[in-house]
């Protein structure tokens, strides 16, 4: 166990929905990333959040936006949802924002789009 | 831009023969290293990491890999496999300003009885 929680576990929803992935970090971490599982693309980083403010920006869609609220759990909103979003979601926590320092990955949201 | 390459979609090997799953680097600065490994249906689990202290880390499980800068490799590898280890391990690689992690594809490791 991470100490990474994320929910739901699993999620299915339709083409040209919305939802809203939530995500609460290691006890102390205050950086949250998000990263994207699919068997096309593998592993690619989404988005990363440090101490509530945006820090980086990857591979993520304008369809797709997240935050991290004062109490530093992040959620991630999936929005106009397509096929193709189908994945498995990660949140990962670090102790800081420095990239020294390892991630620790939650259980995923496997979401399925149909 | 900093990237990944997992030699190797699956490797397959005896129990209690040397695992070796081979990974290289490329980074315009020097890199922090790591080896994830993934369960079916889990989350990713940090086996070491290299952040530019000894060039041999040792990690979980009994896996090591080594830092080779000349060749930007950091390959795992274990002396003796476990059944237990059958899963998919991810080689990753960050760094500079990227407080991100650029993974490799991946290796599927099987474990035969």
């Known amino acids: 166990d991470s100490g990474v929680t994320q929910t739901p576990k699993h999620l299915i929803t339709a083409t040209g929905q919305r939802v809203t992935l939530r995500c609460s970090p290691r006890s102390g971490d205050l950086s949250v990333y998000w990263y994207q599982q699919s068997l096309d693309q593998g592993l690619q980083f989404l988005i990363q959040y440090y101490n509530g403010e945006e820090r980086a920006k990857g591979n993520i869609l304008e369809r797709f936006s997240a935050q991290q609220f004062p109490d530093l759990h992040s959620e991630l909103n999936l929005s106009s949802l397509e096929l193709g979003d189908s994945a498995l979601y990660f949140c990962?926590?670090?102790?800081?924002?420095?990239?020294?320092?390892?991630?620790?990955f939650g259980p995923g949201t496997r979401l399925t789009v149909t | 831009a900093q990237s990944v390459t997992q030699l190797g979609s699956h490797v397959s090997v005896s129990e209690g023969a040397l695992v070796l799953l081979r990974c290289n680097y490329s980074?315009?600065?020097?890199?922090?290293l790591f080896w994830y490994v993934q369960y079916p249906n889990q989350g990713l689990q940090l086996l070491l990491k290299y952040t530019s202290a000894a060039t041999l880390v040792k990690g979980i499980n009994g896996f090591e890999a080594e830092f080779k800068k000349s060749e930007t490799s950091f390959h795992l590898t274990k002396p003796s496999a476990h059944m237990s280890d059958a899963a998919e391990y991810f080689c990753?690689?960050?760094?500079?300003?990227?407080?991100?992690?650029?993974f490799g594809q991946g290796t599927r490791l099987t474990i035969n009885p």
């Open positions: 990753a690689v960050s760094g500079g300003g990227a407080q991100k992690l650029v």
């Open positions: 980074s315009s600065v020097p890199p922090y």
């Open positions: 990962a926590s670090s102790e800081m924002g420095d990239s020294s320092y390892e991630q620790y």
